[in-house]
Protein backbone atom coordinates (compact mmCIF):
# COMPACT_ATOMS: atom_id res chain seq x y z
CA UNK A 1 0.00 0.00 0.00
CA UNK A 2 2.26 2.64 0.94
CA UNK A 3 5.33 1.01 -0.76
CA UNK A 4 6.88 1.83 -3.96
CA UNK A 5 6.70 -0.95 -6.60
CA UNK A 6 9.21 -1.29 -9.15
CA UNK A 7 7.23 0.02 -12.10
CA UNK A 8 6.92 3.59 -9.70
CA UNK A 9 10.90 3.23 -9.17
CA UNK A 10 11.63 2.36 -13.19
CA UNK A 11 9.25 5.66 -14.40
CA UNK A 12 11.07 7.66 -11.80
CA UNK A 13 14.61 6.69 -12.97
CA UNK A 14 13.32 7.14 -16.87
CA UNK A 15 12.64 10.92 -15.84
CA UNK A 16 15.63 11.33 -13.86
CA UNK A 17 17.70 9.70 -17.62
CA UNK A 18 15.56 12.22 -19.53
CA UNK A 19 16.31 15.56 -17.78
CA UNK A 20 19.70 14.95 -17.06
CA UNK A 21 21.52 12.78 -19.76
CA UNK A 22 23.66 9.73 -19.14
CA UNK A 23 27.08 11.81 -19.67
CA UNK A 24 26.06 14.02 -16.53
CA UNK A 25 24.43 11.55 -14.28
CA UNK A 26 28.03 9.14 -14.66
CA UNK A 27 29.63 12.35 -13.90
CA UNK A 28 28.25 12.31 -10.81
CA UNK A 29 28.44 9.00 -10.11
CA UNK A 30 32.01 9.51 -10.23
CA UNK A 31 32.05 12.52 -8.57
CA UNK A 32 29.81 10.45 -5.62
CA UNK A 33 31.94 7.67 -6.12
CA UNK A 34 35.21 9.83 -5.65
CA UNK A 35 34.01 11.67 -2.23
CA UNK A 36 32.88 8.93 -0.40
CA UNK A 37 36.33 6.99 -1.18
CA UNK A 38 38.22 10.14 0.42
CA UNK A 39 35.48 10.34 3.49
CA UNK A 40 36.51 6.63 3.95
CA UNK A 41 40.01 7.29 3.67
CA UNK A 42 40.03 10.37 5.55
CA UNK A 43 38.30 8.60 8.49
CA UNK A 44 40.87 6.03 8.96
CA UNK A 45 43.98 8.23 8.84
CA UNK A 46 42.06 9.75 11.79
CA UNK A 47 41.62 6.09 13.36
CA UNK A 48 45.37 5.52 12.85
CA UNK A 49 46.11 8.81 13.99
CA UNK A 50 44.48 8.31 17.21
CA UNK A 51 46.53 5.32 18.02
CA UNK A 52 49.75 7.51 17.43
CA UNK A 53 51.10 9.32 19.90
CA UNK A 54 49.31 12.85 20.02
CA UNK A 55 52.42 15.36 20.83
CA UNK A 56 56.03 15.12 19.05
CA UNK A 57 57.40 16.47 22.34
CA UNK A 58 59.12 14.83 25.43
CA UNK A 59 57.29 16.07 28.98
CA UNK A 60 59.70 18.16 31.66
CA UNK A 61 59.21 18.46 35.12
CA UNK A 62 58.04 21.31 35.87
CA UNK A 63 61.49 21.89 38.65
CA UNK A 64 63.36 21.45 35.12
CA UNK A 65 61.21 23.97 33.07
CA UNK A 66 62.03 26.32 35.91
CA UNK A 67 65.88 26.04 35.66
CA UNK A 68 65.90 26.53 32.00
CA UNK A 69 63.62 29.75 32.69
CA UNK A 70 65.51 33.13 32.27
CA UNK A 71 65.05 34.84 35.54
CA UNK A 72 63.23 38.10 36.32
CA UNK A 73 65.12 41.21 37.03
CA UNK A 74 63.79 43.44 39.56
CA UNK A 75 61.93 45.74 36.87
CA UNK A 76 60.25 42.40 35.20
CA UNK A 77 58.85 41.83 38.95
CA UNK A 78 58.08 45.21 39.82
CA UNK A 79 55.76 45.78 36.60
CA UNK A 80 54.12 42.04 37.64
CA UNK A 81 53.28 43.58 41.48
CA UNK A 82 51.75 46.45 39.81
CA UNK A 83 49.96 44.61 37.28
CA UNK A 84 48.35 42.53 40.50
Not at 19 to 38: C, E, H, I, P, Y
Not at 66 to 80: G, I, M, S, T, Y
Amino acid sequence: MGGISIWQLLIVVLIVVLLFGTKKLRGMGSDLGSAVKGFKKAMSDDEQDKKSKDADFEQQKLADKNEQAEPLNEQDKAKDKDRV
